[in-house]
C-alpha cells in the first residue's frame, strides 16, 4: 500500500545521494564503488561484513582510487552487556571499529548502541553513555566522529535502548564532546511526534541522515524497508527539517530488504535513483 501523500517532484541535487553498502548487499566493496560511480551517486557508507571481505588495505586502496566520498563506517555500538568482562569487549571492539573508521578515511562511525533482553533500558542506556564516554579519546586521536543512531522502538529488545531523537540528544548534552552527534535515520524515527523540535535541537550535532521507506504492511522487522515514495514516511518534510537545521551533507539510502536483494542489483540501483530524484 502507498500511503505517501508527498506530490512526485524531482528537485533533489544528485551531488548529496550516498549509498550504504548494505542496501546492495550482494554486490562487493569493489561492486559497490564501480556501480555506484557509473550512475553518478557520490557518497558511500561501508558496512564492515563488505570491508572485512575486501579486506581493509584493498578496501582503502580501492576508495582512495575512486571518485566517491567515505562517509561513515557502520555500525559500532551494542555496548550493554550483562557483566563487566561483556561490556569491555564491546568497548574493545569499538577501538577496533575507530581503527578501521581512521584506516579507510571514514569521517564517523555510526553507532547502534544496543540492548540486550534481560538488562531494563534504564541501565542499559547508563552502560552505553559509559560505553561512548570510554571511547570517545580515542574517537578524537583518530579523528573519527561517532553518531548515535536512535532505532525505532520495536527493536529496543536486543538492538538499541535509544529509541528517541530526544534521548540520543540527552545523551550528547551530557556527554558534552565535539565528537559526538547524532543520526536521523527516517525508516526510525519518522513516527515520533517531537521529531521536528528534537532536529532543531540537534543542529549542532546532527552528523547524517538516513533515507529509505516504511512498507505496509511490513512483512519483516529488519529486512523489508523498501524504496522512499513507496511507503508513508513523510521524506520530503523530515528532509526540510534536517536542512532547516542546517545539515548540508549527504542523503544516504539505506535499505535492508530481502525483496530487493533478490533483484538484479543495478536494476535496483536504478530504481534507488529514481526514487531519490523523486520523493527525496
Ligand atoms: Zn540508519
Redesign the pocket.
Known amino acids: 500500500m502507498v500511503c505517501n501523500e508527498t506530490e512526485p517532484k524531482a528537485f533533489s541535487d544528485l551531488s548529496r545521494l550516498g549509498i550504504?553498502t548494505i542496501t546492495t548487499k550482494p554486490w562487493s566493496l569493489q561492486e559497490c564503488i564501480f556501480e555506484y560511480e557509473r550512475v553518478g551517486v557520490r557518497g558511500i557508507t561501508v558496512w564492515r561484513d563488505c570491508l572485512h571481505a575486501a579486506g581493509i588495505p584493498e578496501a582503502r586502496r580501492m576508495l582512495e582510487q575512486s571518485g566517491l566520498e567515505v562517509i561513515s563506517l557502520?555500525r559500532g555500538g551494542f555496548f550493554p552487556g550483562a557483566t563487566k568482562g561483556e561490556r569491555q569487549k564491546a568497548i574493545d571492539e569499538n577501538r577496533t571499529i575507530i581503527e578501521e573508521a581512521a584506516a579507510i578515511g571514514a569521517p564517523l562511525i555510526?553507532l547502534v548502541c544496543g540492548a540486550q533482553p534481560g538488562i531494563p533500558l534504564a541501565d542499559a542506556r547508563r552502560q552505553i553513555q559509559e560505553g561512548i564516554a570510554t571511547v570517545l579519546p580515542d574517537a578524537a586521536a583518530a579523528n573519527v566522529k561517532l553518531a548515535i543512531?536512535p532505532l525505532h522502538p520495536m527493536y529496543a529488545d536486543s538492538r538499541s535502548a535509544i529509541n528517541t531523537l530526544r534521548q540520543a540528544n540527552d545523551m550528547v548534552e551530557a556527554l558534552a564532546d565535539p565528537h559526538v552527534g547524532v543520526?536521523v535515520?527516517v525508516?526510525?524515527l519518522w513516527w515520533d511526534p517531537e521529531l521536528k523540535e528534537e532536529i532543531g535541537r540537534a543542529r549542532s550535532w546532527l552528523f547524517?541522515f538516513?533515507v529509505?521507506d516504511w512498507r505496509t504492511p511490513t512483512r519483516d522487522l529488519l529486512n523489508d524497508r523498501t524504496l522512499m515514495g513507496k511507503g508513508c514516511i513523510p521524506l520530503r518534510q523530515i528532509r526540510g527539517w534536517v536542512e532547516q537545521a542546517g545539515f548540508t551533507g549527504f542523503v544516504?539510502v539505506?535499505i535492508f530488504s530481502n525483496e530487493y536483494w533478490s533483484w538484479d542489483q543495478r536494476e535496483f540501483l536504478r530504481e534507488i535513483y529514481s526514487a531519490y530524484l523523486t520523493y527525496c
Open positions: 550504504h557502520c555510526v543512531e543520526t535515520d525508516y526510525h547524517s538516513h529509505s544516504e539505506e
